[in-house]
């Protein structure tokens, strides 16, 4: 509603005689015009020029400037426009991020080299051209589904203003003190008809905090709002204003000196308003009846006919405009209207640019709420909270199967009790003193990355579950150490089955209670990016525990709550629940999960899991071919791939920086194209293929018949988005056995030698080597493989009698014989990535792989690589084809004695020219010394013209 200047209103500044229909303009609006304004403190504001023009797009209210003091207050108290609930709940952390961010120049370069140079013009099927694909079914399929995808944006755009505020909900449900000394409560249970608060602070009592009845308590849409209002100390009275605000962090605050609210509004107009543009009036509904008189006299109009007589609007506003050339003491502009023949509508309203600038021109008034706040020990001399920093709780429904507790879904930290059946969410509210401040900023990460993977869990050396605090100061400098970028936690989202890896979630916003507290992983995330590790997390979006206790099966009561019903809402094979997808409020709840830890912990990216299973109702579980039908039949779960397309483009609008890699044993096509152009909008895609590859070789084949062209025709599929790696988890744990297991237990990968074991170690290196430098900008490796870990993982389970004995790492080793060399090796080729930047460059060119020498030589930028995989034949003068002719310079020999090798190169071989011998149809070649089981790198340093 527009505020009319302190001169009589005109009665009719709209065509249709009604002030009030114009829009509210936050950019022109005073800045104390907050949400707890009074008349008595308002007063004149820019006015309007009405000039017609076409009604413009709509814009987000976030682009406007704020309003005044709206910086002063806490992020979780800064009022939000158009929220779709009545109510506000404070929050511990708010993302701040600005609507509008530029693209990731990563992002940018994708979109020019894949839209043709249209910008960011919408194609759904533009990435097929790339890829080389013509079939029409995939073709149609994917028009469909871009129709599907609008349309669940415009089910969204009905109840959130945009993918922020839809992504935001973990500002308003699960608990969160109130800055008006309260804790509100919010939680989503459709299928309830009576929803409260159980827990230490109320002995367990279904009644006594319950929410209200109507729409004060439950909407519509199934959410259920219940306040839990602090209670006075005996002796104290309540606070003068109902509206009395509290700082709850620090123990001295303005409003501790009993400012009066009158001297704050004294203080505000004498510090804002120049003489003759403010008149204080004595009630608030004076500027109303005012105006109504202006509009229709004193005596209004009782009935259509009396509503009839009163003039148009036009003639009332002469009238005004000819009683306001009389009053030249005003210091306020006056409205004005150019109609130029056409209709006044409300998206003709503009504003007076001249107004707009002596309003921008002032100096922002007092934020009377800020002095107006009391502190910490005003509010705890005043009130005793009604529920306390670590107190348990649950939520109890009743429904139309009877009673049931369950641990919110929102809940953030959750403890079992002491049989560990049961389970309940604890209110995570530190003093002060206790809450963690964060030391760090995020790193970027430049080039390639380097993922080490980990189990917190089973990151110490200890029979045990290892911590947060024990990883922080163990591992994270171990990791640094050994020359990785990036950092990838596995089972840090809370879940009740130890022995499923983390991958069977109970609870989505909550760390793993079992490795330590909410800060304790703060600081571990704190303490990586001090280290220059980015952080990315393990996200399980593709199914859920069963577990109906404790997790969100059966939630409210109904099948059907946030999953979907029948056969389809199980997994076929695991038990676990899927997702529906389709729902609205389902997405609200998967998607703040994602802005949750980006915003709470400050992760740094998601690698999505198992998203076969979520693509297809039948899991994954189903023979693939590669034919483009398999991706378009009645399988595939169209609103799974559209949750994936939301989720990217949430993550990257409000995230720029943020990375996305996709966990997918299908290779869905267009996982890692820009959404624009008919894709997921994935940065990486695991390419599962290559572990797989290397285990079929290791278990079947004899080494000495391994095809060098069928290995290279895996890991050349490696493109530019796709991480590649040895072996991560998958290949330790669920029954199997690690790499270095397989061949250093095994004698089919002994030749007879003294040093058996270094020999052996000798194929783990070029293994890892020939992957590491075939991949796609991405490398991945599971903690403790850098160094050989002779042992799978195993955790505790009723098969081995709950034992502890697999489930940790040994790291003792890495200062023990061939562990130490591979350990040694495997940090100077991450070293050797971070200084040449190897993998972050053009794809690899393989111009030499012949089966019968067991030689495979290709390039990579100035770079050669060549790998003889023979186990027993070394050839002393082999020639492979290089383009430019020059000096190269070996910089990594897998056969030098420091990583555990014969050192069978002399030190005049490392550096060799090139002679005029066309191989490899090549124009140039290089006479190399390659000892079996090794691998050199050379790097081009002189360039010889001819």
Not at 177 to 200: K, N, T
């Amino acid at each position: 509603m527009l505020i009319p200047p302190q001169n009589p209103s005109p009665p009719g500044v709209l065509a249709h005689g009604l002030p009030s229909s114009a829009p509210r303009l936050p950019a022109v609006l005073p800045p104390l015009l907050g949400h707890d304004t009074t008349v008595e403190t308002m007063a004149s504001c820019p006015l309007f020029l009405m000039t017609p023009r076409h009604p413009p797009a709509l814009v987000d209210a976030g682009r406007y400037p704020p309003l005044a003091g709206s910086a002063d207050l806490p992020t979780s108290c800064r009022p939000r426009p158009g929220r779709r609930h009545g109510y506000r709940c404070g929050s511990s952390s708010s993302s701040s991020a600005p609507r509008d961010r530029p693209p990731r120049p990563r992002q940018q370069r994708q979109r020019s080299q894949r839209s043709g140079g249209r910008g960011d013009a919408v194609d759904p099927v533009g990435f097929l051209a790339k890829l080389g694909v013509s079939d029409r079914a995939f073709a149609q399929f994917l028009r469909d589904r871009h129709k599907a995808l609008k349309d669940r944006r415009w089910e969204l755009c009905s109840r959130f203003i945009d993918l922020k505020e839809a992504s935001s909900g973990f500002e308003l449900l699960g608990m969160h003190r109130h800055r008006q000394h309260r804790i509100d409560f919010m939680e989503w249970a459709p299928g309830a008809r009576y929803c409260s608060l159980v827990g230490d602070f109320n002995e367990w009592s279904p009644t006594e905090n319950c929410a209200r009845e109507g729409h004060l308590g439950h909407d519509d849409f199934g959410y259920w709002f219940i306040i839990l209002e602090d209670k006075l100390r005996e002796g104290q009275e309540s606070d003068e204003y109902f509206f009395q605000e509290y700082n709850y962090v620090d123990d001295y605050d303005k409003g501790d000196n009993g400012v009066d609210a009158e001297e704050i509004m004294h203080r505000m107009k004498e510090e804002y308003w120049e003489p003759g543009q403010i008149r204080s009036r004595r009630s608030q509904l004076e500027m109303v009846v005012k105006l109504y008189e202006q509009m229709f006299g004193p005596n209004g109009p009782q009935t259509e006919e009396e509503l009839g007589e009163i003039p148009d609007a036009q003639t009332r506003y002469n009238e005004w405009k000819a009683l306001q050339k009389a009053d030249s003491s005003s210091l306020s502009a006056s409205y004005d209207i150019i109609d130029n023949g056409q209709p006044f509508d409300i998206f003709n309203v503009v504003t007076d640019r001249a107004s707009f600038e002596k309003f921008q021109a002032k100096k922002p008034p007092l934020a009377y709420w800020v002095e107006m706040r009391k502190g910490r020990k005003a509010w705890l001399e005043k009130y005793v909270p009604t529920i306390s920093h670590k107190d348990k709780y649950r939520v109890y429904f009743n429904t139309p199967d009877g009673a049931l507790e369950r641990v919110p879904a929102w809940a953030t930290y959750v403890l079992p009790d002491a049989e560990g059946k049961q389970s309940y969410a604890v209110h995570w509210e530190p003093p002060p003193e206790e809450i963690y401040k964060w030391r760090f900023g995020r790193p970027k990460v430049k080039g390639s990355l380097r993922i080490y993977e980990s189990h917190v869990g089973i990151s110490g050396a200890e029979q045990k579950v290892s911590s947060f605090q024990e990883f922080t100061s163990k591992v994270l400098p171990h990791i640094k150490n050994a020359g990785y970028n990036a950092v990838q936690l596995i089972g840090v989202v809370e879940h009740k089955d130890y022995s499923s890896v983390g991958y069977k979630v109970t609870n989505y916003f909550a760390v793993s209670s079992r490795f330590g507290t909410p800060d304790d992983f703060k600081k571990l995330v704190d303490e990586a990016h001090g280290l220059g590790l980015v952080v990315l997390l393990d996200i399980v979006h593709s199914y859920a525990s069963a577990d109906e206790l404790v997790g969100l099966s059966l939630f409210d009561g109904s099948n059907d709550c946030y999953f979907h019903s029948g056969k389809r809402g199980h997994h076929k094979y695991w038990g676990t629940r899927m997702f529906k997808y389709d729902d609205v409020d389902v997405l609200h709840f998967l998607l703040s999960n994602l802005n949750w830890w980006i915003t709470e912990y400050r992760i740094d990216g998601f690698q999505f899991h198992s998203l076969s299973s979520m693509l297809y109702t039948h899991n994954g579980f189903s023979t693939f071919t590669g034919a483009m039908e398999e991706y378009c039949n009645q399988y595939v779960d169209k609103d799974a791939l559209i949750y994936l397309i939301l989720a990217n483009e949430m993550l990257h609008d409000l995230h720029p920086d943020i990375i996305t890699i996709a966990e997918d044993a299908t290779f869905y096509p267009g996982l890692c194209e820009p959404t624009t152009q008919g894709g997921l909008g994935f940065d990486y895609c695991v390419n599962l293929s290559v572990p797989e590859m290397w285990l079929w070789h290791l278990e079947n084949v004899p080494e000495r018949e391994w095809s060098m062209n069928k290995i290279m025709k895996v890991l050349v599929s490696s493109n530019q988005n796709m991480l590649s790696f040895v072996e991560n988890h998958n290949q330790s744990i669920s029954g199997r056995k690690s790499f270095a297991e397989i061949i250093l237990n095994s004698g089919k990968f002994s030749i007879g030698s003294v040093d058996d074991d270094l020999s052996k170690a000798s194929l783990l290196k070029i293994i890892k080597l020939i992957t590491f430098t075939m991949s796609g900008g991405a490398y991945l490796n599971f903690m403790g493989n850098e160094f050989a870990h002779p042992k799978r993982v195993e955790f505790p389970m009723s098969s081995n009698d709950y034992s502890f004995w697999l489930a940790n790492r040994q790291w003792e080793l890495l200062d023990k014989g061939f562990h130490k060399h591979l350990f040694d090796f495997d940090k100077d080729v991450m070293s050797l990535d971070e200084n040449e930047r190897i993998i972050s460059r053009g794809s690899p060119s393989v111009h030499h792989c012949d089966d019968t020498s067991m030689v495979i030589c290709f390039t990579r930028g100035p770079f050669l690589f060549v790998f003889n995989f023979n186990p027993e034949v070394s050839h002393q003068s082999y020639h492979v084809g290089v383009d430019e002719a020059g000096e190269y310079q070996l910089i990594l020999n897998t056969d030098e004695t420091k990583y555990g090798g014969r050192g069978e190169l002399k030190s005049s071989q490392y550096m060799r020219r090139t002679c005029e011998k066309r191989v490899d149809g090549c124009r140039n070649s290089l006479e190399l010394s390659l000892p079996s089981r090794s691998a050199q790198v050379y790097k081009l340093v002189r360039i010889l013209r001819i």
